[in-house]
């Protein structure tokens, strides 16, 4: 059966009371019963000494002549009646040869056995024994140096014993009424006690079950409140570390979903790269072929020479393009952010590419306003190069490139636009996906690699920016770059 702490503790606590109240009974009593035997036994000794010098008086009183045996028998009777009318104890006086000589006792008290005791005293000795509520005290009797017999006293232990069994009584109703208490207040003081070892053994069995602690089990400054304190803090402690140890699950999850995907792309990306460099090496290659076999023609020489020089444009465009993406996979610290002129940046570039723009008959105009970003001016250039590049290149001839700018309290952009043919809705998702271009045949007459716009996307977010297009029909086709914006000194 089990029971609870709140019991064995009172149980417990009942216990030590009436061990202690028994221990302390028995010493009591015991040092009244010694208190009660050494008071008695100088109060008959006393008793014993006035007996003993009245009858001496008694005898130096009389005449000579008379002897010791002779004084007792006669004298004895009237002896024993004197004292004990003297102290108030029954007395009886007994010769050498332990016959009674004289008795204060009633006739029909008188056959008490207790020659044993006689005896002690007939050869000089102070001698007593009890029987029910009565002390028989027996002491020798001498005259002149002689002894002549012996002396009795009847001592009433009645009161003391009364007195004995009235201490035993209260003692024995005190530990009853103290182990009652005990188990009672035990019961209620142990309470409060019990009920937080109970809330610390159900929150144990909580953590147990996988159940969190939100907050300690109760508030306390003693031993128990420090547990409560510290099994609230292994719960967080345990909570926290398995989260982590989640956290870290997920992440390596993610972590090999995103490696078989890197895996994919790198497969993809190098069978992309393989079939681009195939396609212009076999050309050079059939040209070469070609120059070989009619070393004479010169409109073969001329027209092998100019394919020649664009193949190897083409491929020289397309490595600088793959090494620049794979050392942004890889350098961070390449990347050298600073507060610049966004608009400086991009007229620069506008300028640049006007050239080529005026050679395939194309308009560009350029609006921009003034702005502050914080980004990589190398980063800045190619994406902006390869913006109004690919515009060029995917234009009509006599078509428009226009560049301007929009800006809030937050972000500015820059937008690209070109007239020509759009980008169909099935292509738009792939668009800035490495070797992707809409028209392979467009794309090999213009020189286009499909790098252009990977690396516009990739060189934007690594200056916290982003590119996306916001228009493609059959007028126009638009892309925005936005950049988070700086306050320049003279707006601050």
């Known amino acids: 059966m089990k029971m609870s702490i709140k019991f064995k503790i009172s149980v417990v606590l009942a216990l030590l009371i009436i061990l202690t109240v028994a221990a302390l009974s028995v010493l009591v ?11 008695v036994e100088e109060e008959l000794l006393q008793k014993s000494e006035v007996a003993k010098q009245s009858i001496r008086q008694s005898y130096l009183t009389e005449d000579n002549s008379v002897s010791i045996e002779s004084f007792l028998q006669q004298k004895a ?12 104890l029954q007395t009886v006086i007994y010769n050498q040869k332990g016959m009674e ?8 008290q008188r056959d ?60 024995l109703i005190g ?51 420090e547990l409560s304190s510290g099994l609230y ?22 972590a090999v979903v995103k490696l078989q995907a890197l895996e994919q792309q790198q497969k993809q990306f190098i069978g992309n790269i393989s079939h681009e460099f195939k396609t212009p090496l076999t050309s050079i290659k059939a040209y070469v072929d070609l120059l070989d076999m009619y070393r004479d023609d010169p409109q073969l020489l001329e027209d092998g020479v100019e394919n020649i020089r664009k193949e190897t444009g083409r491929l020289h465009e397309m490595v600088d393009k793959i090494l620049r993406l794979a050392e942004l996979e890889r350098y961070d610290f390449e990347q050298m952010p600073q507060h610049l002129q966004l608009d400086e940046v991009v007229a620069d570039v506008c300028k640049r590419m006007q050239g080529k723009a005026t050679k395939f008959n194309l308009k560009l105009k350029v609006n921009i306003h003034k702005a502050v970003v914080f ?10 190069m390869n913006l109004i590049d690919n515009a060029i290149k995917y234009n009509e001839a006599g078509g428009e490139i226009v560049v301007t700018s929009h800006q809030d309290n937050e972000h500015v952009g820059i937008d690209v636009a070109n007239t020509g043919a759009g980008i169909p809705m099935d292509a738009r998702e792939k668009l800035f996906h490495p ?35 916001r228009r493609s029909d059959t007028e126009w086709t638009l892309f925005r770059v936005t950049f988070p914006r700086k306050l320049n000194e003279e707006s601050k």
């Open 29 to 39: 009593l015991k040092g009244i019963e010694n208190n009660q035997r050494n008071r």
């Open 77 to 88: 009777q009237r002896l024993a009646s004197s004292i004990a009318l003297q102290s108030g």
């Open 101 to 108: 000589e004289g008795s204060s006792l009633p006739i029909g």
């Open 112 to 171: 008490v056995e207790i020659a044993d005791t006689l005896s002690y005293a007939l050869k000089g000795q102070v001698a007593y024994e009890t029987k029910g509520s009565s002390l028989f005290y027996v002491a020798p009797l001498s005259i002149e140096n002689q002894q002549i017999g012996a002396i009795r006293f009847d001592y009433s232990l009645a009161d003391n014993q009364e007195f004995l069994a009235e201490i035993k009584r209260l003692f």
């Open 175 to 225: 530990g009853i009424a103290s182990a009652g208490a005990a188990i009672l207040i035990g019961y209620l003081y142990f309470y409060r006690i019990a009920n937080r070892v109970t809330t610390l053994k159900n929150a144990s069995f909580q953590l147990q079950n996988g159940t969190f602690l939100n907050s300690p089990p109760f508030q306390g400054r003693d031993e128990l409140g």
């Open 233 to 254: 803090v292994m719960s967080t402690a345990i909570q926290r570390s398995i989260a982590e140890l989640n956290e870290e699950k997920r992440k390596l999850e993610l």
């Open 375 to 384: 980004a990589d001016r190398e980063s800045l250039f190619h994406i902006f």
């Open 435 to 469: 070797f992707f271009t809409v028209n392979k045949d467009r794309s090999r007459i213009s020189g286009g690699t499909g790098l252009g716009l990977a690396l516009v996307k990739k060189l934007t977010e690594k200056q916290q920016g982003n590119v996306e297009l």
